[in-house]
């Protein structure tokens, strides 16, 4: 079983649609007890990251989550939140990857929207998948290259399309809407 975490980020449905092609029993809850004996646990986000982070404060989810044994992956906002702090509203995130996130400087070039490619893979999920491979990103705030980087994407400067610590994984990209790709990665993410 496989617990997405619900708050107010949004992303929610797409990721349990993207479970459901997997044949992949899902539950969207803020149960600790749910997530804490769920097998794998996803923690999807778009949305604001100081508003997102009061709300996963308001429920106790920023102390629950980096004390998760199981394989966890942060997607998008999921992923920033999982850093040590966020120019966005200059919000404090759970400090999982010392990493800082950041607004990409080129206003006119934000939000980065659509297909762009991911290489320089450092993690067993990306078994499979073809350096150069191209992903889905919608973001406007990126984290910094550093040695929990598992993948790249150069968009106005390079920055880490994926990451990984112990037993959390994260993602700026959207696997949810990445097609086969993202598949793939959604079916190793299950395998670990």
């Known amino acids: 079983m496989v617990a997405i975490i619900k708050y107010n980020g949004g992303n929610v449905n797409s990721v349990q649609n993207a479970l459901n092609r997997l044949n992949t029993e899902s539950i969207i809850t803020d149960d600790f007890e749910i997530i804490k004996k769920a097998d794998k646990v996803i923690f999807p986000g778009v949305g604001e990251a100081s508003s997102t982070m009061k709300s996963l ?12 044994k199981q394989p966890v992956l942060g997607i998008c906002l999921g992923m920033q939140l999982m850093c040590k702090n966020n120019e966005e509203g200059n ?101 670990l």
């Not at 790249?152 to 809407?177: G, R, T, V, W």
């Open 57 to 68: 404060k308001e429920k106790g989810l920023d102390q629950l989550i980096p004390g998760l």
């Open 91 to 191: 919000t404090a995130g759970m400090g999982i990857f010392d990493i800082n996130v950041k607004k990409f400087p080129a206003k006119d070039l934000v939000p980065h929207m659509g297909w762009n490619t991911i290489s320089n893979f450092k993690s067993s999920v990306f078994s499979g998948i073809k350096e150069e491979s191209d992903v889905y990103f919608v973001h406007s705030f990126y984290c910094e290259v550093s040695q929990n980087t598992t993948s790249i994407c150069d968009y106005i400067l390079p920055f880490s399309a994926s990451l990984q610590k112990d037993n959390f994984y994260a993602m700026q990209f959207h696997p949810e809407k990445s097609g086969t790709i993202g598949s793939l990665l959604l079916n190793n993410f299950l395998k």
